[in-house]
C-alpha cells in the first residue's frame, strides 16, 4: 500500500529505529513510546487490521507472537511480565491500519 506510513518504514523509505527483521515481519520502536520497552511487530505484508485475516494469515500472526516472545527475552522483560496489544477498528483506538502487535514491558502497569 502506497499512502501507509508503516509499508514505508518497512521499505525503508521513512525513518524508524529498527529492532528486529525476517522475511515475514519487522519489529520497531514506538515513536512515542507508553512504556520503557514499546515494540510494534508488524507483518512486512500490508494487512489492514485483523478484520482482514484470512485462514492462511494464520501461520504469520503466530509468528507475531513469537518474535514478540523473543524480543521480549532479548529486553530482559520476559520474566517480570509484558502485555501484547492489537487494536482493531477506530473503537479500540486503532490509528494505524497496518497490522502491528504492542510489546509493552519494562515497569508495572
Ligand atoms: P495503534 O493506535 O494503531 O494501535 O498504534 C499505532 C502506534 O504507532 C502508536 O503507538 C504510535 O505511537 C506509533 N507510530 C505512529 N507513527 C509512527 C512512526 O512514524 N514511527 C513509529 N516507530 N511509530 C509510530
Ligand atoms: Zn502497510
Given at each position: ?70 524480543l ?13 496489544i ?24
Open positions: 500500500m502506497t499512502d501507509c506510513i508503516f509499508c514505508k518504514i518497512i521499505k525503508g523509505e521513512i525513518h524508524s529505529t529498527h529492532v528486529y527483521r525476517d522475511e515475514q515481519v519487522t519489529a520497531i520502536r514506538d515513536i512515542n513510546p507508553a512504556a520503557p520497552t514499546h515494540i510494534l511487530i508488524l507483518p512486512n505484508r500490508h494487512i489492514d487490521s485483523v478484520n482482514m485475516l484470512t485462514n492462511e494469515d494464520e501461520q504469520l500472526i503466530g509468528h507475531l507472537f513469537t518474535t514478540a516472545k523473543q521480549a527475552a532479548l529486553e530482559g522483560i520476559a520474566d517480570g511480565g509484558y502485555r501484547l492489537m487494536n482493531t477498528g477506530a473503537d479500540a483506538g486503532q490509528t494505524i491500519f497496518h497490522v502491528h502487535l504492542h510489546l509493552l514491558g519494562g515497569a508495572p502497569m
